[in-house]
């Protein structure tokens, strides 16, 4: 079991930056794929970026170059720096883990939100 608890949410305006950051709760850490979702009123989930260690990350297309996500394996933590922030990134940011291998990502933070203004 994993239990995983967001911070750092907020609102801030166009072209402005935030960072969420996730702490996790298992002993297990450094085997766990780590994952940033999002979601806007009206949209499905979708994934925004997903780290297992340094070397291997992913990014979503719409958030390429503007997003980084980083892990701390001494803390238990992964943060999502956002920079030149848009208001189609407006949405409740979710952070999510799930074993290495495995497809599904089973364990989910309660969400934070973000607001950003035009």
């Known amino acids: 079991q994993v239990q995983l608890v967001e911070s750092g949410g907020g609102l801030v305006q166009e072209g402005g930056s935030l960072r969420l950051s996730c702490s996790a709760s298992t002993r297990s850490f450094s085997l766990y794929t780590l994952a940033w979702f999002r979601q806007a009123p009206g949209n499905e989930r979708e994934i925004v970026a997903a780290?297992?260690?340094?070397?291997?990350?992913f990014y979503a297309d719409p958030v390429k170059g503007r997003f980084t996500v980083s892990r701390d394996f001494a803390k238990n933590t992964v943060d999502l720096q956002m920079n030149n922030l848009k208001p189609e990134d407006t949405a409740i940011y979710y952070c999510?883990?799930?074993?290495?291998?495995?497809?599904?990502?089973?364990?989910w933070g309660q969400g934070t939100q973000v607001t950003v203004s035009s």
């Open positions: 780290i297992y260690t340094a070397s291997s990350t």
């Open positions: 999510a883990a799930k074993f290495r291998g495995n497809q599904d990502y089973p364990y």
